[in-house]
């Protein structure tokens, strides 16, 4: 799943390292929830934090998911949930308001934690969330500042349930000063807990094996959607909560656009197909690309275009070092991509440019950008793109995690979309040739990583060598691999 590149902010990559996904991984205790509120306290200046949990869908049947900053200091998973914290000096009360027991609903909705649940089991001040509005109201009545966390905006004119709730408080306080803090939570979550790097390992481990049955099962005549559904079955079959993001799948015109999550082309002999997939487990999400030959053996335009862009993968990689500058990976990459993308005649020079349009008419792009659009990578956690940046320093350190993600697009009307003025006309005639040869190949190579204190590991190992793709595609699937038995295994063993 890629990022839309920002100019001055490409992201990164690693050095690589073995790495074995263990049956006795851990998970996050209670005591981490703790260390997170208390450090989020601890960025701030005396007063009440509001921090609210995704609500109920508007309709039962519908899946819910938990807001990623909530669940990240609560670790609770139930709708209507709200946690608020007071801080007085090096004093933090901390109060969480749930859905109380309702058998009736539950016959709906399922069972509840209720009060006295959560309270057992995370040691919180817990009352029934009807209890939320007359505990701010005393609260508040010295008119302390609130920060708030969730779907919140002071600026924008927006009408979240978030908003709403926050709009009544200020009619009712006019004199408490509200400030968003979802920026100090994103902080605290940039560098993962060995807890959190180990559930990324796993989301990733069950991502790999879904990225291997999806390539062992492509055939020409096969629709894009039987893909998707054989790789989300893998997803569920191996205990992910879900996919992570809508699954992409394009194959054909269909890879060269970034995220086509349509899936419903019957797939060619000669085509190439993208599979930018990841699942979700406990909440944690990976993000793997790999792009194949639908008939399981690349054409030499394909190889070509394949290999500029693994290429700039291996460039990023071997400059990723525990605490290198970011920009190295990035810049590695990048000047990978312009000096194939020139050899291959689509542009002209690694640093040749054409007229673009942009929010003041035309200016001047970067010619490489006709082929790559987007950043090295992005940071990988509760959110598929999860912070991790690290200040102004932006080196890697112990307890990042990201990915890298170079490709290459070449739209069959590249050449439509290059603004007509004097100059791109030449342009255009000098690379006309090419496109035609490329077009409608995309490939995008992307793998996960994480950084503990004694490197950077790989942590999605799924053949991306061309050979190995292509030995990978004659070892052709006869069904559904069965489930694996020590992820199963480490699920039950975890589950309650």
């Not at 790999?290 to 290999?307: A, D, K, L, W």
């Not at 700039?312 to 000096?339: V, Y």
């Not at 069904?479 to 199963?488: L, V």
Request: with cysteine.
């Amino acid at each position: 799943m890629i990022r839309q590149f920002v100019r001055g902010t490409l992201l990164i990559a690693v050095a690589l390292a073995t790495t074995a996904v263990s049956l006795h991984a851990q998970l996050i205790s209670q005591r981490d929830y703790q260390s997170r509120r208390a450090a989020l306290a601890g960025s701030l200046r005396d007063g009440v934090v509001v921090a609210f949990g995704a609500g109920e869908p508007e309709q039962d049947y519908l899946a819910f998911f938990q807001n990623p900053q909530f669940e990240y200091l609560t670790g609770f998973r139930e709708p209507g949930a709200v946690l608020v914290l007071v801080k007085r000096g090096n004093d933090v009360k901390e109060m969480m308001f749930v859905m109380p027991r309702d058998p009736a609903q539950e016959v709906w909705t399922g069972n509840r934690t209720g009060v006295e649940g959560v309270r057992r089991i995370t040691g919180l001040d817990t009352r029934a969330i009807r209890a939320l509005r007359p505990t701010l109201d005393t609260l508040l009545a010295a008119n302390p500042p609130l920060h708030v966390v969730g779907d919140y905006s002071a600026d924008e004119p927006t009408a979240s349930e978030d908003d709403l709730f926050i709009r009544e408080l200020r009619g009712r306080f006019p004199g408490v000063a509200v400030t968003p803090v979802n920026r100090a939570v994103e902080s605290l979550r940039r560098l993962k807990s060995p807890a959190e790097l180990d559930l990324l390992r796993k989301a990733a481990s069950i991502t790999v094996d879904a990225q291997r049955e999806a390539i062992r099962a492509i055939r020409p005549g096969m629709n894009e959607f039987e893909i998707q559904a054989l790789i989300e079955y893998t997803f569920r079959r191996n205990g992910a909560d879900r996919p992570a993001f809508a699954t992409i799948v394009g194959s054909g015109p269909n890879s060269t656009t970034l995220h086509y999550t349509a899936d419903n082309r019957f797939m060619n002999d000669g085509d190439v197909v993208v599979m930018d997939i990841g699942a979700s487990y406990r909440g944690y999400a990976a993000d793997v690309t790999r792009t194949v030959p639908v008939n399981g053996v690349f054409t030499p335009p394909q190889r070509e275009i394949y290999q500029a862009v693994r290429d700039a993968q291996a460039s990023a990689e071997r400059q990723a070092k525990l605490g290198s500058p970011a920009s190295n990976m990035a810049d590695s990459a990048t000047a990978s991509l312009a000096a194939s993308l020139t050899r291959l005649g689509l542009i002209e020079s690694p640093f040749a440019t054409f007229d673009c349009a942009t929010g003041n008419g035309v200016g001047t792009c970067p010619q490489l950008r006709l082929y790559y659009m987007h950043s090295l990578g992005h940071g990988i956690g509760l959110d598929v793109h999860d912070p991790w940046r690290s200040g102004a320093a932006d080196v890697l350190a112990a307890g990042q995690a990201f990915t890298i993600e170079p490709g290459i697009y070449v739209r069959g009307n590249t050449l439509d979309i290059i603004p007509d003025t004097p100059r791109n006309r030449q342009l255009k005639e000098t690379i006309r040739a090419a496109v035609a040869k490329y077009a409608n190949i995309g490939v995008r190579i992307e793998d996960d990583y994480i950084v503990t204190s004694t490197g950077v590991e790989w942590i999605s190992r799924v053949p991306r060598e061309i050979a190995e793709i292509e030995a990978l595609m004659k070892d052709r699937a006869t069904g559904p691999a069965p489930r694996d038995p020590a992820k199963i295994d480490w699920y039950r063993a975890t589950t309650p």
